[in-house]
């Protein structure tokens, strides 16, 4: 039984997570396959077609929260990066590490998808409006990220730099996108999810769109608890090495 | 004066360099770090020389508790690393000129302790390593401060420049400084004075978080 | 400073950056001829990519050879603090690498199809936004010091952090040859290369100091 | 059964697409984790046979 815990930087000690990791892995991995295949099952064949945009439409429930995802687990590195720099855990260092490929993946499934999107309804697979600037940036420096840690042996000097690179990375991402911002607005429609009520697209779309994300979010969660254990497993590995050769 | 170190380690990479490690040295004395390659010799330097954290323990100077304060450092203490700090493309005047811009002292080339009167015209690049080592040395009496750290001091350096060194090393002491010197010889044996220290693996591992 | 600039001429850095920068024009100079169609806005673009790859040339030395030799070790235990080193070696690389750059500018895009009074304004843009592009690729230096081969990661990791500078120069470089002045873009361009000149010695100075402990 | 009108050929190469690329992730950190749980494995019995 997990007992319950005082704070949450107990996280922190990589024993700890990867006994907390092994017991909710298979629940996350089965959730995962629930509400993926359910939203994206129910958005494939039970939602209405578009009256403007036709079946096309249906690219949403991949679209977004793979765009939703791929920003947002850049804000996620980020954090724990900056929490590394703060209090040094390891278990920080690491997930970030491990969700910069993720992230990587999802800004360009995001784009990918934008594209074939964009084809039947803007009538170009790409234009150099504001929002996918900003994707081809954060992309940019989803690859330097990677790059550091391709590049150079994991050390903790290596993770200072990574974090340090990180937070340098989202100052001239989030500069960059205004920049972009200040000189035209673009193709793309507002954000498609707000607390505002008229601005939401149809309830049609609205629920399995939510389910996908949801899903994709689990998605992410899982192959990051997944990433983080070999990870520390590596570590592990490293260390016992280190210490049978001397 | 007197320098105290106090149960110090220090911790490089996540892995203990040293660890309780003690010492005391008053002014005065000649301090030699003994030990084998990869012990922490130079990572001990360096830790006083303030590049370092120090991970547990205390430094103090004339009993005052100077552990990473960077300030007090800079004032008292001098370090001379493996490298000269020297630029290939500058004659030896020049660079002299440049530590001296640096550390707003001069070099007295009267006493000259470092025999460079005939080598001032030559760059740096054409200087052999002994010569190298000698310029990088001459920073010592550009500086003038209390306390010596020096890395390897004599590498490279033939009979009479060692006897050199040695002299300087023991003016220093005349006039109360101390020197912490990394070697792998006493090159100052004459005197029984000399504190040695020695640098042993550290013995307790602390356990790894990922263990 | 005035050793900073002394060991940057020793290294002959300025011909490099320049012979660099006119090859690179030339070059894309003669592909574009190949086309037949090189406007004024090619040009534009092709001095802003090749102002701030050169910038990034002899980035990599900047700490490097101070790191090896341990005359970085000498500027960390001086009194003056590594913060103002780091800004007047950025100075200085801007001088020796960017600002014959510029002043070239005039004398090679006059002849291509710009009017020189239109390339004299442009060079005032550059004035103000290529000093933070020298200050900005400090933090790639940094980051890569010790690694051998960091050349081509300080272009992975700096190139991307150049875009804003570069989105509002060539907005406003373009703006300029079309003979329309946005007064607020040039202030918010002023303003960014500022901010950026402020910061980054202080995170270069703690990205130096990682290497130290 | 797949049958979207115009769009079915964009819709099934976008999500066939993104689910290829998610799919590089979640086998690569599938092959990675069997790798290290077998290397861990062979660690602990040679520090076994040492002692």
């Not at chain 1, 939510?210 to 070999?230: D, M, N, P």
């Not at chain 2, 009267?110 to 009167?117: H, Q, Y």
């Not at chain 3, 490097?64 to 103002?84: A, K």
Request: proline share 3%; charged share 15%.
């Amino acid at each position: 039984m997990i007992k319950f815990r005082k704070n949450i930087w107990e996280f922190a000690n990589p024993n700890n997570f990867l006994s907390i990791a092994n017991k909710i892995i298979p629940f996350f991995l089965i959730l995962t396959i629930i509400t993926l295949s359910l939203g994206l099952v129910w958005g494939l064949f039970f939602t209405p077609e578009d009256y403007r945009q036709g079946s096309s439409v249906k690219i949403i429930f991949i679209h977004v929260p793979t765009a939703f995802l791929a920003i947002n687990i850049y804000f996620m590195m980020l954090l724990a990066s900056i929490i590394w720099l703060i209090r040094r855990h390891h278990v920080s260092l690491i997930a970030a590490k491990s969700a910069a490929l993720i992230g990587l993946i999802m800004t360009l499934s995001a784009m990918l998808t934008g594209a074939i999107w964009g084809k039947p309804i803007w009538g170009t697979y790409w234009a150099w409006d504001p929002r996918l600037t900003s994707f081809a940036i954060l992309l940019m420096f989803y690859l330097g990220y990677l790059s550091i840690w391709q590049t150079m042996k994991f050390s903790d000097k290596i993770g200072d730099l990574s974090s340090w690179l990180c937070i340098v990375g989202s100052i001239f991402a989030l500069l960059s996108r205004y920049a972009v911002f200040f000189w035209n607005q673009g193709l793309h429609q507002g954000p498609s999810l707000s607390l505002d009520k008229e601005e939401n697209i149809d309830n049609a779309f609205y629920f399995p769109l939510i389910i996908c994300i949801i899903g994709f979010v689990l998605l992410f969660l899982t192959l990051l608890l997944i990433r983080i254990k070999t990870e520390i497993q590596k570590r592990k590995i490293n260390i016992l090495l280190n210490a049978r050769d001397g | 004066m007197n320098l105290i170190g106090s149960s110090l380690s220090c911790k490089r990479d996540g892995k203990l360099i040293f660890s309780d490690l003690s010492f005391k040295i008053k002014s005065g004395d000649v301090c030699f770090i003994k030990g084998p390659n990869g012990s922490g010799k130079s990572t001990l330097l360096r830790l006083l020389a303030g590049f370092i954290k120090v991970w547990t323990g205390k430094v103090s100077l004339n009993n005052e508790d100077i552990t990473n304060r960077n300030d007090i450092i800079y004032n008292n203490f001098f370090y001379i690393g493996h490298s000269n700090s020297l630029k290939n493309y500058l004659t030896v005047k020049q660079q002299i000129d440049f530590w001296e811009g640096i550390s707003e002292k001069k070099y007295n080339f009267e006493s000259d302790s470092f025999n460079l009167k005939k080598i001032l015209n030559r760059r740096i690049y054409e200087c052999s390593e002994g010569q190298k080592r000698r310029v990088g040395l001459s920073r010592l009496s550009i500086d003038d401060k209390k306390v010596l750290l020096l890395d390897e001091p004599t590498t490279s350096l033939d009979i009479e420049n060692v006897s050199r060194l040695k002299n300087y090393l023991k003016d220093h002491q005349k006039k109360g400084g101390i020197a912490i010197v990394a070697s792998h010889e006493t090159f100052i044996s004459s005197n029984n004075q000399d504190i040695i220290l020695t640098l042993n693996p550290p013995k307790n591992r602390e356990r790894d978080p990922f263990l | 400073m005035k050793y900073e600039l002394l060991f940057a001429l020793a290294n002959k850095g300025i011909l490099l950056s320049t012979s660099f920068f006119i090859i690179l024009i030339l070059i894309v100079g003669i592909g574009f001829s190949q086309i037949g169609e090189s406007s004024e806005k090619t040009l534009l673009a092709i001095i802003w990519i090749a102002i701030s790859l050169s910038s990034l040339l002899s980035i990599k030395t900047m700490f490097q050879e101070d790191f090896d030799d341990g005359t970085l070790d000498l500027y960390i235990l001086s009194n003056t603090s590594i913060e103002t080193i780091i800004f007047i070696k950025s100075i200085v690389h801007w001088i020796t690498t960017n600002l014959p750059i510029i002043i070239l500018i005039p004398l090679i895009s006059f002849p291509l199809g710009i009017t020189i009074y239109h390339s004299i304004l442009i060079c005032f843009v550059m004035l103000l936004s290529t000093p933070a592009l020298s200050f900005i690729s400090t933090i790639g230096a940094a980051l890569t010091l010790g690694e051998k081969g960091g050349n081509l990661l300080i272009s992975i990791f700096i190139l991307p952090t150049f875009l804003p500078i570069i989105i509002f120069g060539m907005k406003i470089s373009l703006l300029i040859t079309n003979s329309t002045y946005d007064i607020m873009a040039h202030l918010i361009l002023f303003a960014l290369s500022l901010i950026c000149i402020a910061i980054t010695p202080f995170i270069t100075s703690l990205i130096i100091k990682i290497h130290y402990t | 059964m797949l049958d979207f009108g115009k769009y079915t050929f964009e819709i099934l190469i976008s999500y066939v697409g993104t689910f290829s690329l998610v799919a590089i992730v979640i086998v690569s950190t599938y092959l990675d984790a069997r790798k290290v749980k077998r290397d861990l494995k062979n660690l602990n019995i040679d520090n076994l046979n040492d002692k």
